[in-house]
């Protein structure tokens, strides 16, 4: 939702906090702790879990698999925890007709680069661009915005699945607010 007045433009931007990441990490941990235990069941010969059975699994070719998959899909979920925690890629769009300012703030992970924030004059966006790939399964809408001595900038949210008229609607009110053309392709 934009919270818009004649002068001033401000998009929030969702970040990796949505219920796929939730889904998918919580997915991801419950299998690869599944294929942990169950490899490590193997190497102990007896079972860690009552529900799983490791009597029938080898440990030498098998164990070995099913502990470096499971040992690998957690470290690999932890990750999008970390991503889910952090709020990787959350932020805002500003843009402030009165000061000329266009102010893009995003959330990276921790350390020395944390805050993305980009701050150029209003004067130097040239235009907004519009994006389509299409391919056999699935479409991909971007919308970029194009800035001197910048590369193309996106501005859509993380995950944000509009369908073309849509994206057409939201490229046209920003570039009406920002008095420049629209590129698409």
Known sequence: MNNQSKRLWIEPIQGS?????????????????????VGF??????????LLSS???????QGIVMCFYGIAGLFFSSYLWCTIFFNVGSGYNQIDEKTGIVCL???GFPGRNRRIFLRFPLKNVHMIKMEVQENLFSSRHILYMKVK???????????????????EQKAAELARFLHVSIEGF
């Not at 906090?17 to 235990?37: E, M, T």
């Not at 009597?55 to 070719?61: C, G």
């Not at 001595?149 to 994206?167: C, H, Q, S, V, Y």
Request: hydrophobic share 45%; proline share 7%.
């Open 55 to 61: 009597q029938q699994i080898i440990f030498v070719p």
């Open 41 to 50: 069941s193997s190497y102990l010969g007896r079972n860690l879990l009552p």
């Open 149 to 167: 001595g910048l590369p193309d900038i996106p501005l859509a949210r993380t995950g944000e699945n509009l369908n073309l008229k849509e994206m």
């Open 17 to 37: 906090r949505r219920k796929s990441n939730f889904f998918f990490a919580s997915i991801l941990f419950g299998g690869a702790l599944g294929f942990f235990l």
């Open 105 to 107: 703030f995003r959330w």
